[in-house]
């Protein structure tokens, strides 16, 4: 008995590692308190309900509720005896197990799908048509996966144009994930302006870097937006106080035209991410000449203008 | 008869629809400012696309093509054209800043391109230009 009151007034202390595997077995679809119950059986072993009960100081019903569903899981499991005692499956098959458990579930979603869709259209709609209130809609999304989904659908649905910019830092909660595949695999014209060095990874590397611009430091802002085509727009929110990500999606036609003239701005500004800095240099030089000569037009027609409205102001003065 | 006289002439002959494509938004204003001034007719095309788009919509008695833009420059409205056999069918001066060869010039007028002017020019000289192409 000692034993096991005393690991596990040290198990659960701010300080120990099981926080850490508490607060990511969450993200597995447990509840902290189921999590709590299976990390407890993982490393102490086999004990009752009241036993659980009192070393956790969570309620026996609540216990009883909390085994109840871990068993239906299938990541712990009852030992005939009596009382019955309770033990776990060890970590690495319970994460298969409960992954699995999500891919199920996903594939009940969508297989419900259609059926779902399919009652929905039986139901008449009885509100009116407001059609004005199809557009300037503002959705915020807060936590990775909800702004992944809404980006995925984006790309996915994008005809014309997917315009990316931000920074490795900005994107860094992708990786992973299906986002630069998604960019990878679009038909629409995809350009992507984000900072860059050779020597670290980076999350756009993957991509074809002829689609990719180096955001020069002078022109860098702290935007970090995704637009489609010239409908839609998630742009993100940095927020210290809040930890998970933050953004907001919207089909304005103002939002979108202004974020986009400003991609195109900075677009224009920048240089593609293969060009050495000789090139770069050379381009440079090359503008520099070019934008001299447009000078030297642009006084040229400057002067013949203020030539000539001198001699209609003068004309009307006499007048 | 004078070049001035001459052109003076000229200028009285037509009003044309000019077409000018170029990015510097400074040139295009102040061109169009001049060019209305003398009676013309000016629709600006910011970029090598919109232009594209407007040639292929309006006819214009010459256009007015910069080469150096962002993007879809002036090499590629020409191409586009020239793709869809329909160069020839317009009058196209090339009016650039660029650096840019006699030869490549020369490339550029015998496959449909009317003529070229080299920024900076006279601002008399490009109108006694834009005239006479249209007269061809």
């Not at chain 1, 809404?150 to 910019?165: D, G, H, P, R, Y």
């Not at chain 1, 293969?274 to 381009?283: H, K, P």
């Amino acid at each position: 008995m000692a034993l096991t009151e005393t690991v596990e007034e040290g198990m659960f202390q701010a300080e120990n590692p099981i926080h850490e595997l508490n607060r990511m077995l969450v993200k597995y679809d447990l509840t902290p308190n189921q999590a709590k119950v299976y990390l407890f059986l993982s490393k102490i072993g086999i004990k009752t309900a009241s036993e659980i009960s009192k070393a956790l100081k969570i309620p026996r019903t609540e216990t009883y509720h909390l085994l109840s569903t871990l068993q239906q899981k299938g990541i712990i499991f009852s030992v005939f005896g009596k009382p019955t005692k309770f033990n776990s499956t060890g970590l690495e098959e319970s994460l298969g197990i409960l992954l699995n458990n999500e891919r199920n579930r996903i594939s009940e979603l969508e297989a419900g799908k259609d059926s779902l869709i399919k009652l929905w259209n039986i139901i008449p709609k009885y509100g009116e048509d407001d059609t004005e209130s199809q557009d300037n809609k503002f959705q915020s999304l807060q936590g990775r996966n909800s702004i992944l989904g809404k980006l995925e659908q984006m790309i996915k649905e994008s005809k014309e144009t997917i315009l990316v910019l931000g920074t490795d830092a900005d994107f860094k909660k992708f990786y992973f994930t299906e986002f630069t595949e998604l960019l990878n695999k679009t038909k629409s014209e995809l350009r992507i302006l984000t900072d860059h060095q050779s020597d670290m990874p980076n999350i756009f590397e993957s991509i074809d870097p002829n689609k990719v611009k180096k955001i020069d430091d002078k022109n860098r802002e702290d935007f970090c937006f995704i637009i489609k085509d010239d409908s839609e727009v998630i742009f993100f929110i940095s927020n210290n106080k809040v930890k998970e990500m933050l953004a907001v999606w919207t089909d304005s036609k103002a939002f979108v035209t202004t974020l986009k003239s400003l991609f195109s701005l900075m677009w224009k500004k920048s240089h593609h991410i293969n060009e050495t800095d000789a090139e770069s240099l050379l381009g440079s030089e090359i503008t520099y000449e070019h934008r001299l000569r447009e000078i030297e037009q642009e006084k040229m027609i400057l002067s013949y203008l203020k030539e000539n409205f001198k001699l209609l102001g003068n004309g009307k003065d006499r007048r | 008869m004078t070049d001035t006289n001459k052109s003076n002439q000229k200028e009285e002959m037509k009003s044309l629809k000019i077409l000018i494509i170029d990015d510097n938004e400074q040139i295009t204003k102040m061109l169009t400012t001049f060019l209305e001034l003398k009676d013309h007719k000016c629709t600006v095309a910011n970029d090598g696309k919109e232009g594209l788009d407007v040639i292929k919509e309006n006819r214009h008695d010459v256009i007015l093509l910069d080469l150096a833009m962002p993007e879809f420059d002036g090499y590629s409205v020409i191409k586009d054209l020239e793709e869809n056999n329909t160069l020839k069918d317009h009058k196209i001066i090339v009016f650039t800043a660029s650096t840019i060869t006699q030869e490549e010039l020369d490339d550029l007028v015998k496959r449909g391109v009317m003529s070229y002017i080299l920024k900076p020019v006279d601002i008399d000289l490009l109108h006694s230009k834009l005239i006479d192409t249209a007269s061809l």
